[in-house]
């Protein structure tokens, strides 16, 4: 495999989020009261129906629909709309990427248990691509960030956008999504974690951990902008403790690092203690002679272990149910 990431192709102000570090949660997600005011759809289903304390399985459907939001952020939806309150992967990629397993990981194993899983595209791809010469992929996150560019801070506002409109509309509630990536979209999944407070956990399958560990970033390792936005910044670390956090990823990735992510793993466990704060992690270094990819059993991984923090199974049951509801794409 090439040591290149795969590649991947005016933005809406949004409410400012909840102040993370003043809602320290352990497992439990104690913040259903911040749900923001409905943002409707345009173009969209009816309205879910009365809010119920479990979603029924959906129909499985592999169709991904576009939708806009009030505000206008484009997002894409894998398979039927609940017609209740559901539980949903916001799965951070492109939206083209809904219909890759690779990039919905945890969802081959989730979806038939009625997960909806959503997608907006990232900065510097796809739709978000804002100079057809500079802005492309990695190379565009540098460029953006040399020229003070918060990539970050725009993709945040617009997948908070897209939950307003989700918990607006009645298609699911606070406490009932988590937010997960791939490789450089497990980086931005960290953020939105910190971000909103109405995600319960995420999950980075070989995800980027050190921006300066990778050759995009390690050029520009004294940028302001670098340093305040790699999430091993002792503020985005306490930004993001008391999040349950899964991490999974091959023992060869010479990419993003897998020695980054395993010491950031560690500095996790450590402010936690140091805080008191009630810790979820999960590290997984698996034997993957590839290099830079999820190494085989991953998504099985992430689907039990999002199986035992959003609806507390044990380990055995989450174990046996996602396996049980694997899905052939």
């Not at 290149?4 to 192709?9: A, D, G, V, Y």
């Not at 997600?29 to 173009?43: E, M, N």
């Not at 539980?87 to 083209?96: P, Q, T, Y």
Request: proline content about 7%.
């Amino acid at each position: 495999m090439s040591s290149q990431l795969p590649s991947r192709s005016p933005l809406q102000p949004s409410e400012t989020p909840p102040n993370r570090r003043a809602l320290l949660r352990g497992t439990a997600l104690g913040a259903a009261a911040l749900a923001a005011p409905a943002a409707g759809l345009l173009g969209a289903p009816p309205a879910a129906a009365a809010p119920a304390e479990a979603a029924a399985a959906a129909p499985i459907d592999s169709e991904v629909r576009r939708y806009r939001t009030r505000k206008g952020t484009e997002y894409g939806v894998l398979g039927l709309w609940p017609d209740q309150p559901t539980r949903v992967i916001l799965s951070v990629g492109n939206i083209v990427d809904l219909k890759t397993p690779y990039y919905t990981q945890a969802a081959i194993y989730l979806r038939k248990l009625g997960y909806m899983v959503v997608s907006i595209d990232m900065p510097s791809h796809a739709s978000q691509i804002i100079d057809p010469v500079n802005d492309l992929g990695l190379d565009g996150w540098a460029w953006r960030l040399r020229n003070g560019m918060n990539f970050v801070d725009e993709h945040n506002k617009r997948m908070h956008d897209v939950v307003n409109t989700l918990i607006g509309t009645g298609r699911t509630r606070a406490g009932m999504m988590v937010v997960q990536g791939t490789s450089r979209g497990g980086f931005l999944a960290f953020h939105y974690a910190m971000y909103d407070d109405r995600v319960v956990c995420v999950s980075g399958y070989s995800p980027i951990t050190d921006l300066v560990a990778t050759q995009w970033f390690a050029p520009i390792a004294d940028n302001p902008l670098v340093q305040q936005l790699n999430v091993t910044n002792p503020d985005r670390i306490a930004d993001i403790l008391g999040i349950p956090v899964f991490i999974v990823i091959g023992d060869r990735d010479g990419v993003v690092s897998n020695r980054a992510a395993y010491a950031w793993s560690q500095s996790l466990s450590d402010a936690s203690r140091n805080a008191g704060v009630p810790r979820e992690y999960a590290f997984h270094q698996l034997s993957e002679p590839v290099g830079h990819t999820v190494p085989k059993g991953g998504q099985l991984l992430g689907a039990a272990w999002v199986l035992k923090v959003l609806q507390k199974m044990t380990p055995d049951q989450a174990f046996a149910t996602a396996a049980a509801n694997g899905m052939s794409w």
